[in-house]
């Protein structure tokens, strides 16, 4: 049916209007779409996450080499850390579970019934080959329902990742499972050196060495190894990272601090003090990274070693607004 005249004369206005507020419509969404700014080009970071929920360690088999960045959680109501390991080529998880594991436990054994020198001497029984092991990194010690990243530099091949804080009867994680070995594979991670805002150096003497003045929020921590050494119980020097609350004690954390006491990295770890991390042990020259966001309060960076405080690893300072 043919529109009259006078009606279509009627229709344009509204039609004109309607067409009108259309194209409004579509110039606003087109300028809408302008003004929002672009999501930020963020840095694609490959992270390898290791969760515990007990007595293990959960990650991939396989993970990338190059710069690695471990993010751990801590899901179960023990402190641990992450270790890695480098052992001699030919040397696996089974040569470790059968030569090293069980000499650990005889002298901890020992040391616990107070039988210090026996246990210290049961300590000889280690193969040949223990003192060609390499300690490249990994993250410092981690309270109960905390994670921790850190990231290092690791080259393909064959590494073993362990814990050793004991229990409260004494017996190391290791022991109960709390190691696995993992394959480094030639494939790059992508990732790139991190950029550190808090710069850390550890030496057997000089100790731990860095500028305290640290304030509240998010940090990426260097720790550059300027050497490194065997202390009295086994170990190289390392950091880690802890808040301390107002009832922490230093004396007994730094005694706690050495697993070779009876007393020493056993759980419950020191009252008042909460492990956020760290960078573990790495070889001289080598620097590792890890990042904390840390809230106004007291903390400390201290060294799994022998009389920590004595070897000026120990250094407590406090974070500001």
Sequence with gaps: MKIPTTCHCALRPIFILILCIALN??????????????????????????LTENMEFQLPDTIPSGWVTFRYKNASPQTHFIMVDDYP???????????VVPVFDEGMNLINEGKVDE?????GKLPEWFPEAKFIGGTGLVS????ATSTMKINPGYYIIECYVKMSNGVFHVSMGMVKEVIVS?????????????GIEISSTEGIVFNDSISAGKHVFSVHFKDQ???????????????LDDNAD???????MNWSNPKGLIEPAPAGVTFLGGMNNMLAGDTGYFTATLDPGRYVLISEVNDPASKNM????????
């Design 25 to 50: 419509l579509q110039s606003c969404k087109s300028d809408k779409k302008q003004n929002v700014p672009e999501e930020p080009l963020m840095e694609k970071e490959n992270v390898v996450d290791v």
């Design 89 to 99: 080529d030919g040397k696996t998880l089974d040569s470790v579970k059968a030569r």
């Design 119 to 123: 246990g210290l001497a049961a300590f």
């Design 144 to 147: 109960p329902n905390h994670v």
């Design 186 to 198: 030639d494939t790059d991670s992508g990732n790139t050196e991190p950029k550190a805002d808090v």
């Design 229 to 243: 050494i065997v202390h009295e119980n086994f170990v190289g020097h390392d950091v880690n990272l802890a808040k």
């Design 250 to 256: 230093l004396d007994t954390l730094n005694m706690w």
């Design 314 to 321: 120990l250094k407590t300072f406090t974070v500001s607004e």
